[in-house]
């Protein structure tokens, strides 16, 4: 199927062929299969993959959504930031609503602060320059495929030589998360729908470690309904033949080495570091820390940051929703207490959260 025309990744005919395929591929056999990206996760609700795949399959999400993955105590260091006199805080959308251990940023911003929602890294930049004798600090948070054009802002900032702007990083991998899954005793997955986006910026190779150490298919794709359909097929057919490998069916968009010019902004301004997961604790290299060449526009090194100490909503299950082991209608305040109008737990709140989409879309 990775030679499909361009044109040909929502046709109704070819999906029913796929559909097809996997129940016959699959026949009576138990497969569990989870997707790492939010915007699958999304797009498996939208166009109801779940309810057509044959009784045994039965697709999990994962952690696949920055906003989900990012703990409360590192959510209550955005809000604590936010709070210090003098400070701009600049941020995406998505993480305006997510809860912290007592508030959120939205209600921060009620209450008086100054926290200003951003397109894209560099619109904080421009903040700065615009802010002139206010500090803008930038609350990063997400994957590979943001952590580009973070590590370029602040290259940009240092050759503009702006002393008013600065980076929070909560940036995080991907690759040791799926290894931290791997290994769970709770979870046991077949096989796994890999990031299209993650994969265009670091490639296949990072995921080799998933059939050499785990006997465990990855396939690499994209985000229509065809391809999400042929990565499914795919990693049935390897389960199938017992011939576990990682695929890439994303060939119009992933290199198999990826993005080196992105890959190098990102080892030059950030290094490996140990960090916290909401559902899966601390994962060894699985974060990024801002290198002491740049600690001049590093937030945790230029501000005395007091968060409140962290703690969890009592009866969210949101972190178990994230490392695969219950589904979102499993936690007992899916769609009672909480729902996406009121969340409790980041998981229904993040347009790329499992608890959210599994909600719009009336799964299970």
Request: hydrophobic fraction near 40%; aromatic fraction near 6%; charge should be neutral.
């Amino acid at each position: 199927m990775s030679g499909i025309d361009p044109g040909a990744h929502r046709d109704p005919v070819l999906a029913r062929r796929l559909i097809d395929a996997i129940g016959r591929l699959a026949e009576d056999r138990a497969i569990t299969l989870m997707e790492v990206c939010g915007t699958h996760t999304m797009n498996i609700g939208r166009y109801g993959f779940r309810s057509v795949m044959p009784p045994g399959v039965r697709l999990l999400s994962g952690p696949g959504c920055p906003v989900c993955v990012t703990p409360n105590h590192d959510l209550d260091n955005a809000i604590a930031l936010a709070r210090v006199d003098g400070v701009t805080l600049a941020t995406f959308g998505d993480l305006m609503r997510v809860p912290g251990s007592s508030t959120t940023l939205a209600r921060c911003k009620a209450d008086g602060c100054d926290v200003r929602v951003v397109y894209s890294p560099l619109d904080a930049l421009a903040l700065a320059r615009s802010l002139p004798h206010r500090q803008v600090a930038f609350a990063a948070v997400g994957f590979e495929t943001t952590a580009p054009a973070v590590a370029a802002t602040i290259l940009r900032a240092r050759e503009r030589g702006l002393e008013n702007f600065s980076v929070l990083c909560s940036h995080k991998t991907t690759p040791p998360a799926l290894r931290a899954i791997a290994r769970d005793p709770d979870t046991r997955i077949d096989g796994f729908i890999l990031p299209g986006h993650v994969a265009a910026i670091t490639g296949i190779d990072p995921f080799g470690f998933l059939p050499r150490e785990f006997h465990t298919p990855g396939v690499v794709t994209g985000f229509e309904p065809v391809d999400i359909l042929e990565g499914i097929a795919t990693l049935i057919r390897m389960v199938a033949a017992e011939a576990p490998a990682i695929e890439n069916a994303y060939r119009r968009v992933v290199a198999p080495r990826g993005n080196p010019v992105a890959r190098q902004l990102v080892d030059q301004v950030f290094e490996p570091v140990d960090a916290v997961w909401r559902g899966l604790g601390t994962v060894s290299a699985s974060g990024l820390r801002i290198r002491s060449a740049y600690a001049d526009l590093d937030a945790q090194q230029r501000f005395d940051i007091e968060a409140e100490p962290a703690r969890t909503a009592p009866g969210c299950r949101c972190g178990d929703v994230l490392r695969g082991a219950i589904p979102p209608g499993s936690c007992p305040l899916f769609g009672r207490s909480c729902t996406p109008e009121h969340p409790i737990g980041p998981c229904m709140v993040s347009s790329e959260g499992s608890c959210a989409a599994a909600h719009r879309f009336r799964e299970p």
